[in-house]
């Protein structure tokens, strides 16, 4: 069984300030994929950024960071200077590659406050 | 670029009807997923397909059926729709999971469906 926990269910902060939404995962799996996926209020979901189990080489995109960490089952994601448009709900998701599942977290509601 | 379709994107349902959500793809994905999104609970798998004629049972597939009869649609069916079942419905589909191949699912754009 694979399990996606995001304990942080709501954070709010202010613009400019960072963040970062934790993902902590479980697999039996010794290949995988980790994702994260924002919904914005429009409500449709947009993929951010996919890893996988064998590079833990960590990514920066512009504002945005991921930290894997395989010895802590963890897969958090930063933002940097946020902005109001930052403000949705953030997924994190896992699918073992073998395995056609795809398993998401419950989410981290982040609000923005200008 | 369609990538992933439903229909319909809204619909009420009075208790004990049913109906069909239709997903389709553009994609040439081999899989499809349909979930369901409610308050504090995230996104929950209700079925799967991996192909074409094959589907099977996610975590909440009960009052659910689906099927694949053609690899770019993936049909959600609700016979006797319960209260239970008020919820939005997201589709989605992706490649076939391999290392080192991009496999990220996409999602249609919702169903809201409404059972009273």
């Known amino acids: 069984a694979q399990k996606v926990t995001q304990a942080q269910t709501e954070i709010s902060v202010v613009e400019k300030e960072d963040v970062t939404l934790d993902c902590v995962y479980e697999t039996r799996d010794t290949t995988y994929y980790l994702f994260w996926y924002k919904q914005p209020p429009s409500g449709e979901l947009v993929f951010l950024i996919r890893r996988n189990s064998f590079d833990e080489q960590n990514e920066i995109s512009g504002r945005y960071s991921w930290n894997f960490q395989k010895s802590t089952s963890s897969f958090n994601f930063t933002i940097t200077a946020s902005q109001v448009v930052d403000s949705a709900v953030y997924f994190c998701?896992?699918?073992?590659?073998?395995?056609?599942?795809?398993?998401f977290g419950t989410g981290t509601r982040l609000t923005i406050i200008p | 670029n369609a990538g992933v379709t439903q229909t319909p994107k809204f619909r009420v349902l009075k208790t004990g009807q049913s109906m069909t959500l239709l997903c389709a793809q553009d994609m040439n994905h081999e899989y499809m997923y349909w979930y369901r999104q409610d308050p504090g609970m995230g996104l929950r798998l209700i079925h799967y397909s991996v192909g074409e004629g094959t589907t099977a049972k996610g975590e909440v597939p009960d009052g659910y059926n689906v099927s694949r009869l053609k690899k770019q649609n993936f049909l959600l069916g609700l016979e006797s729709a319960a209260p239970s079942q008020t919820s939005v419905y997201f589709c989605a589909s992706r490649r076939q999971v391999r290392i080192k191949m991009n496999t990220e699912a996409f999602f249609g754009q919702g169903t809201r469906l409404t059972v009273v």
């Open positions: 998701a896992l699918s073992g590659i073998g395995n056609e599942k795809l398993t």
